[in-house]
């Protein structure tokens, strides 16, 4: 009986893990989408700002802007599509998995050295009074 439940709860925080992980996700491409909107919208507004309406027509400046807004762009769908490959879901809960193996192995060594220092054979007797006028501290 207690062996169903604990499947069935394994099973629901799994599923549960899975729904968090899908919407992020799909939190993360909404995002970049509308990135590359607002970067249409906002290339073709810097080149009518310096063609049509002629600001600093001298100089070709949406050309930079634009690159580098291109540049910030990629970078952007790498970290979306490529890096998410890599360092998504399973590397996250592989390197928590390895913190909480390297915490349990400090925490053992921390617990090892307090129990050679303090043994707890000493921690437990009582010590008898030897003097008289100690006696009434006892």
């Known amino acids: 009986m207690f062996t169903k439940n604990k499947s069935k709860n394994e099973l629901e ?6 729904l968090e992980h899908a919407q992020a996700r799909i939190k993360q491409k909404k995002r970049l989408y509308v990135h590359f909107v ?3 919208i906002g290339s073709v507004f810097m080149v009518f700002i310096n063609k049509i309406l002629n600001y600093w027509a001298t100089y070709d400046w949406f050309i930079w802007a634009i690159t ?3 540049f910030l762009f990629v970078i952007h769908t790498i970290n979306v599509f490529v ?3 890599f360092m998504g879901n399973a590397w996250e809960r592989s390197q928590r998995e390895k913190l909480v193996k390297k915490q349990k192995k400090r925490i053992a060594e921390l617990q090892k050295e307090i129990e050679t220092d303090f043994p707890l054979t000493n921690v ?3 010590i008898e009074p030897t003097d008289p006028k100690t006696e009434r501290l006892f």
Do not use: S
Request: aromatic share 16%.
């Open 13 to 18: 925080l799994e599923q549960h893990d899975l």
């Open 38 to 40: 607002i970067f249409l």
């Open 68 to 70: 580098f807004w291109a």
């Open 83 to 85: 890096t998410q490959k």
């Open 124 to 126: 437990n007797t009582r």
